[in-house]
Each structure stands twice: as C-alpha cells, then as structure tokens.
C-alpha cells in the first residue's frame, strides 16, 4: 500500500455470471444492455468445437439476429480487429459478444474501441486512451487463463512492428462477463495448462505488484491456492467438473488481482515472445514466470514465502528466504507436471518457431517499454532482462 498521497481503482464488469448453465443467460443480459443484433467475435476453434453454435442458438431461440466473425487468430492482430470492425457496420450490428479465451476477448475489444471512438486501433495504445464507452458488451469465457473476460486489458499485436501492443482503458471492461464451466470442458489438456499457467501468472504478479492492495491480495491469494489445488487434475481429466469449476474461479480470481494492481516483467516480456515468434501466451508466461520471480525475490520475499504456503509447500521452521525458494520450486513443478516445454527454444520448435538468442537484444528494448513492467517489484535493467531471456531459452 502507499505511504504517499495515490488513489487506487478497482475494475470489474458490471454484472458477472460464474456458475453451470450461466451461458443461458446471454440474450437476456445482451438485451438488458440494450443490444438486439451482437457481432459475435469468436475463432476458428471455437466455431469447429460447435460451442459458437451452441451461443448462436441460444440467440435465435431468443429471436434475436445475430453475426459471426470467427477469424480471430491467438496471437490477435490489428487486421483482425479492423475487419471485425468493418463486418460490425456492414452488417448494422450495434453490440459485441466475444466467446472464447484471451485472443477473441481482445480482438473484440479492440472492436469495441474502434467502433466506438474511430481511427484505428493503434491509437489507443498505452493507458485509458478512449474517450467514448463500447457498444453494449457481453463476454464469454470457454478458458480457465486470461480473465480477459472482465478485464480493462487488450493485446494487440502490430504486425509492422512485430509487437504487441498493450491497451489498458476502464472502457474496455466488459459490461457482463459470463464464466460457465460447461463451455470448458472441451479444452484439451494442453490448452488447460497454457491457460491454467497464464492464471497463476496473473495471480502471482499481482500480488508481488507495487499496485498491490489488500482488495487485489485477497483475490490473489485465494486464486493461487485454488490453481494449485485444480489444475493438475483439470490437465489429467477434462471431464473432472470440480477441477473446471475450480479453475474458472481461479482464473476470475487472478483476473480480478492483476485488472486492478496490474503485472510485472513477466508479461512485458512474454507480449515481445507472442508479437516477435506469434508464440503462444499462458505458456510463454510459464517459462518465464519461475525466472522472473526469482529476479524479483529479493524485493518481496515475505510474499514469495507466503506464495509457497498457498501452492501447498510446509514452511514451518523454515527461513523467509528458504520459504520463497520453496515458491520457485512449486511453480516449476507444476509447469513440468502438465507438460509445459522446459524453455523457450522447445517451445518454439513446437510450433515451428526458431526462438533464438539474437533476437533477444530487440526484444529487450521492446519489453522494456511495455506497460505491464511498470508495476514489477524490482526495476531491471537491459542487461537484467536479456540475462532472464538467456536463462529461458
């Protein structure tokens, strides 16, 4: 907390649903906001799934007339939200729904903006850039990761500088978030971990966050104990409908920590990973997060101690030093238990990317720009940041 004249603000959706059958809801709650014809923003994968017909059926059922844009990529572009802008007038829409994790979150807010406030989605990069509210919003979470379902944050990748751009604006939060856990049961174990790691990320970075508060403390903590409880067994069984549960409070939990006491350098450098190779975020994240926490030790070790504690480690007797190692080792096992890669070269080779170490000094340059890093416990310097990148590869 401050020893200094600063106000903090706290961020959330109007109006959450959380719970088994929550997704019923949506025409009811577009309507509420005043929407009659949404663009849905959603993906490829989601729309395969059949989880975009299951929403789109509940419209209609509802009398409501609806469009799809399903080209949403993971890494989102700035292609994607202006063709999704350009689909929402050409089709006279006049309120958004995303469904899915992260990526469509994003790329529909990015709609949102644009739709709203004109120009184009680079001109809103930085901190509450928009000066007029979305169009009626509801989003539909089908992850247990991002919490971009009920964040002010949206990642955008510029694809002429080969960077994500981070947009941080209270007008980007949407006005109803849904979290139904039926919606996720059909993420494969792999997604299930990507995104189950970008949660603990969110949560762990928030509470280690200069921007901490004892609101964003308590939603973190719970959420780290919750992950550490839930996510192996959602990985080994994605039927296991109290593990899902469990992550999708989890996940809210973390989103509701860092929407408000912000992150650190593990995403300001994970966005240079996503925008640099279009690598995968959760796990970028989860490669990075037991490095970067261990740069940032020294800055809070009581909480790295207490981080331990919740992830289920016996600190008793044990030195506040010896109790936060214990934290970087419990986030490493529960990486390796899921089978996230063991660095960032593996990861690459993945996905057919060739993560190498020259490009390294670029990304640095950029990380060190992002907004994300603003809060991070301990200010690195370049050579700090490369040495982190280094000790990921």
Not at 179 to 195: E, I, Q, S, W, Y
Not at 276 to 283: I, N, Q, S, T
Request: with cysteine.
């Amino acid at each position: 907390m401050a020893i200094r004249e600063q106000v903090f603000g706290y961020f959330i959706p109007s109006v959450t649903l959380i719970g088994i059958g929550a997704a019923k809801e949506i025409p009811a709650k577009i309507k509420a906001l005043g929407g009659n014809k949404p663009l849905v923003v959603t993906d490829k994968g989601i729309t395969g799934a059949g989880i975009t017909k299951q929403i789109t059926d509940l419209l209609e059922a509802a009398g409501m007339d609806c469009v799809v844009y399903d080209e949403t990529i993971p890494n989102p572009t700035d292609k994607n939200v202006h063709d999704g802008v350009d689909i929402y007038k050409s089709n006279n829409c006049d309120s958004l729904i995303t469904l899915g994790g992260g990526s469509s979150h994003d790329c529909g807010k990015g709609v949102g903006l644009v739709i709203a406030n004109g120009g184009k989605i680079h001109d809103f990069e930085g901190v509450d850039k928009s000066s007029n509210p979305m169009p009626p919003y509801v989003a539909v979470n089908t992850t247990a990761g991002t919490a971009s379902e009920m964040t002010r944050f949206c990642i955008i990748t510029d694809t002429s500088r080969k960077v994500k751009m981070a947009i941080v604006d209270w007008r980007v939060t949407p006005g109803i978030a849904v979290d139904d856990p039926v919606l996720m049961m059909g993420m494969p174990p792999a997604l299930t971990a990507a995104t189950g790691m970008d949660a603990l990320t969110h949560a762990v970075e928030a509470y280690v966050s200069t921007a901490a508060t004892p609101m964003t403390d308590s939603a973190a903590e719970k959420a780290i104990e919750l992950i550490a409880t839930h996510l192996r067994p959602a990985v080994a069984n994605g039927g296991d409908i109290v593990a899902r549960e469990g992550m999708c409070y989890a996940q809210y939990l973390a989103g509701m920590a860092f929407n408000n006491a912000s992150l650190g350098h593990v995403h300001a450098m994970a966005h240079q990973l996503g925008g640099f190779y279009d690598l995968p975020h959760g796990e970028c994240n989860a490669i990075l997060l037991p490095h970067v926490s261990r740069f940032n030790l020294i800055a809070k070790m009581d909480r790295f101690a207490k981080i331990a504690q919740l992830m289920g480690e016996n600190i008793d007797g044990l030195s506040t030093r010896d109790a936060a190692e214990l934290a970087l080792m419990a986030i490493q096992n529960l990486s390796t238990d899921i089978g996230i890669p063991a660095g960032l070269v593996e990861l690459g080779k993945r996905y057919g990317k060739d993560v190498k170490a020259e490009d390294i000094d670029t990304m640095t340059v950029n990380a060190q720009k992002d907004a994300c890093g603003l809060t991070n416990p301990r200010v690195p310097k370049d050579d700090d940041v490369k040495a982190i990148y280094k000790a990921a590869l």
